[in-house]
């Protein structure tokens, strides 16, 4: 592979809905360049940058991966991405090493949910974009309708720069609006070979009425070519073409494509429109970053002699090859071996074996340059979103801004003993994807895992087992219920026993009463005249605290108590520590079944955004969790309900969201305060925990 520099490279992600066709897209373009030795497929297991086991079973991509094309000198880099949402993380991080958005759409079910996703997400990071209408052999292919859909739904700036010839079974050609030919595909070709023909007469009308579009368009992009436009003058394709890359960089228009990856039609076309309209990374303006270990800003610049920055978008463990790290190079150039730094971190990496990635397969390369996406093995301790800089220049990019996880779940490993590979598995695994995170629940006695959704969980069991050997299942998670006192009473606790030499003896009187909510635990020595010895105190206490964890109601903690210890007595042989700890433990039990016990649940704040015309369904099923409606108002295209619900009855909601919205809805969360439970249920906590007991002292 040769050393390209950054005038000669194309950073592109492909994203969209799923199933729209992006890998088998790459697929195509990276065989009919010539930069992959066969065409693959996704339904075969062959496609390139769908490579890993899971992707392979399921037929679906689940990982961001790379490939890259040489076309005409010039290198373009792609990166794949997963259409399901459960797996966005890896379009975001795809879309952050990019420089520009080629949007896949559907010839066949137009504007999708996962469409409008990416769309946002691109347009946030104010990327260039440029669309693909996928698919444009099968059934039912229907160009105009989505170009429609597109304009009505995504963006009215849409323009088409091709149209197809045929659709379905009868495509067989595009016109291309700027050269004013049009395609003819050879039947049977395989490498996407054409006649370049006149448009056909049929075709007089279509391309009249498209080219007029473009023309208008492009030309607005520019005051003098607008003008000249308007005079009827004549405008050349190459002024044409030229305007619309400014265009498409400003975010003025955004071009629109089509083909099939199955029969490589258009796949030429949209080889030479990746290279022309899409800006090399050195017709970028800089990042801004900031010197590491100081607040000051830094401009990135991306030039070749520029120091050295580049930022990890991706990592991913392989069993027997450690951690493979991908990166764009910001600035700079690097050597394969070169020394860089990791600032906060605080630590040098060596970049040995600096490679670029086709699929699965990495080829060596002795130098990236600035606007590059390379691959680096065995790095000690850098991660998804950490900056590598020059030791001399040490700079920190701003992060990838991951999107937090959606769902709760638990994880039991299958066989006993296998907790601890369990948890290094888990982290490596939170390592290579931000948007899973875990934690061990010393309350619950649970490993927590969360992530974006039921089948993002489901590839994490898959890979624990794949990478790690570890055999693990998902569970429903337990809820960190309380018990509270709503209250008063006082009574004693009396620890005696006398059996042969030393006995012992703690007896105590308490008062107990509740608290404020979240106030916590108080405890008040009244003690006079010691009739318990000042030192023996602190273990009433102790006692009273170890009582209250083990609840009264249901088992759960008790809080926001306050104990008052005023009375009590001693044995000047017996009375010991641990016969006073006896004693608060007596004490709690005795007292607290009497100051009218209760327990409480956790309530989360979700905030929900929902289509209109899911509004009905969505309030209606957040009351029937219990949950209590704040109000709803319009934010970002949706309406946004904001509720107070129990977080028991929140266990797979983000499933059941995006069953009513059909994928549209999305929704956060943030834990509330606690509540009272309804006693109807608390006494179906209190049997369900009953139960729990039994089975485990089996
Ligand atoms: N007829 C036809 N089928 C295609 C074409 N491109 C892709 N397909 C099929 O459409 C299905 C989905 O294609 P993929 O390339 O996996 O789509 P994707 O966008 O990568 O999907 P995700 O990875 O789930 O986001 C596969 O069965 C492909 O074989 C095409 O041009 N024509
Ligand atoms: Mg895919």
Redesign the pocket.
Known sequence: MRVYTGDAIRNVAVV??????????IDALAFVSGSSKRHG???DGT?LT?YTPDEIDR???INLALAHVEWQQTKINLI?T???LDFLGDAIAGLYAADVALV?VSATSGVEVGTEKVWEFAAERNMPRMLFV?????EHANFEKVFADIRDRITPKVVPIEVPVGEGPEFHGIINLFSKKCHMYKKGTKTGEFEEVDIPSEYQEIFEKYSEVLTENVAEVDDELIERYLEGEEISSAEALAAAKKGMAAGQIYPLLCG????TYGIRALLNKLKELVPAPTELQPRMGQVWGSAEEVEVVPTDDGPFVAQVFKTISEPHVGDVSLFRVWSGTVQNGAEELNGPRETTEKLNHLSVAQGKDREEIAELHAGDIGVVAKLKNTHTNDTLSSVDSPTVLPKIPFPGPLIVMAMEVSQRGQEDKLVMGLQKLHEEDPTFQHEYDSELRQTIVRGRGERHLEVIVGRLERKFGVKAQLTRPGIAYRETLAGKGEGQGKHKKQSGGRGQYGDCWVRIAPLPSGQGYEFHNKIVGGVIPGKYVPAVDKGIQEAAARGVVAGYQVVDFSVECYDGSHHSVDSSEQAFRMAGIQAFRNVARSCKPVLLEPIVEVEVWTPDDCLGDVMGDLSGRRGHILGSEPDKGLLKITARVPEAELYKYSTQLHSMTHGRGTFSWKFHRYERVPPDIAKEVAAERAKEKETANK
């Open positions: 969209g809905h799923g199933a729209s066709g992006k890998t088998s897209l497929s996704v339904p496609a769908d037929q679906y991509s794949d997963p259409g399901y896949v996928s698919l444009m052999d099968k099939s990856a199955t029969l």
